[in-house]
Every structure is written in C-alpha cells, then in structure tokens.
C-alpha cells in the first residue's frame, strides 16, 4: 500500500521498485472528500496522506525524488461523475512536479478528465473506471514507457465500462 499509515510519516513513505536497473517511486495522496470522511493522518493519528494542505505531501515527493530515477504521483481528487477540472487539481499538479513528480496520475472522479503535459511529465487528471458499477462510462489503462535516458512515452489504451464489464473499445 501507499499513501496511508498509522501516522503522517507512514502515510507519507513512498513505495518503491527497480525496473531495468532504474528506481522508480510511487508516492500517493488523498484530496477527494469535501467533508473529509476519511480521516488524514497526523503525528499521532492514522489515516490517509491528505493534501488538503500540500506541505507534507509536497516533502514526500521530494524525498522521493532524491532516492529515486522516476517518481510518480497517484492522487485520489476531482468531483465524482464530473469530467470539469477543480483548478485545485489543476494547480496541485503542477505543485507536485515543480517537487520532483515525473509523472501525476489522478482517480476519483469515476470518468475521464483528460490529459497534460507540464513541463514534459503527463498529468492525467482521471482515468476513470476500470470496473466500479453497471454505468456505462469511458475509461483507459495509462501505460508509461521510460527509456534509458528516462524520458517518458505516454500510451492510452481506450476502454468501455458496460453492464459490470470492462472491454477494449474497438468502435
């Protein structure tokens, strides 16, 4: 798991992996809740790493950034069912790669949201479902190929949501 812990520390590791001899990074937060039903962890309180307020999660990414070739940023953020961006998400993002992100990649919203590149990292805001409920929606599976000089190729597979399946959209 990533992005929760006993406390903001825990909440706060990254998880990381070597793929062909490069140290890749995930770092993960919560900013989906406009009630905060799922608690945020402090020192002395487990919970989910929020970013309500960026500072902490903004130090994580920067030392994952130190210990890593490529960091990559998964957001739980936007509004459900809506494919209109928060400027919250659209500023946060950036946030994130002005502190060592390479790549930002959201969820929540249950839809696409769409896509961007800052300062060459992706972003993308949503990718929708995968399989949630028996709503018909469009989604994708986002790859991220790296070379060897660890720049990032972004490729889209589209899918559809349909009847509790989820399929390569073909047509």
């Given at each position: 798991?990533?992005?929760?812990?006993?406390?903001?520390?825990?909440?706060?590791?990254?998880?990381?992996f070597i793929i062909n001899g490069f140290k890749v990074g995930v770092v993960a937060t919560s900013r989906a809740e406009k009630f905060y039903l799922t608690?945020?962890?402090?020192?002395?309180?487990?919970?989910?790493?929020?970013?309500?307020?960026?500072?902490?999660?903004?130090?994580?990414?920067?030392?994952?950034?130190?210990?890593?070739?490529?960091?990559?940023?998964?957001?739980?953020?936007?509004?459900?069912?809506?494919?209109?961006?928060?400027?919250?998400?659209?500023?946060?993002?950036?946030?994130?790669?002005?502190?060592?992100?390479?790549?930002?990649?959201?969820?929540?919203?249950?839809?696409?949201?769409?896509?961007?590149?800052?300062?060459?990292?992706?972003?993308?805001?949503?990718?929708?479902?995968?399989?949630?409920?028996?709503?018909?929606?469009?989604?994708?599976?986002?790859?991220?190929?790296?070379?060897?000089?660890?720049?990032?190729?972004?490729?889209?597979?589209?899918?559809?949501?349909?009847?509790?399946?989820?399929?390569?959209?073909?047509?």
């Amino acid at each position: 798991y990533v992005g929760a812990g006993y406390n903001v520390n825990e909440a706060a590791e990254g998880h990381y992996f070597i793929i062909n001899g490069f140290k890749v990074g995930v770092v993960a937060t919560s900013r989906a809740e406009k009630f905060y039903l799922t608690p945020t962890a402090d020192f002395n309180r487990a919970g989910v790493m929020g970013t309500y307020n960026s500072r902490y999660f903004l130090s994580a990414i920067e030392m994952a950034e130190e210990q890593c070739d490529i960091v990559i940023v998964y957001v739980h953020w936007g509004t459900e069912y809506s494919t209109k961006l928060e400027e919250e998400q659209i500023n946060m993002s950036r946030e994130y790669i002005n502190a060592g992100a390479d790549a930002v990649i959201g969820g929540h919203p249950h839809c696409l949201q769409g896509m961007e590149f800052y300062k060459n990292a992706p972003i993308a805001y949503s990718l929708g479902n995968f399989w949630f409920n028996d709503k018909t929606l469009d989604s994708c599976v986002l790859t991220l190929e790296i070379d060897d000089e660890l720049n990032i190729k972004v490729l889209l597979t589209p899918l559809i949501q349909e009847n509790c399946e989820t399929r390569l959209l073909t047509k």
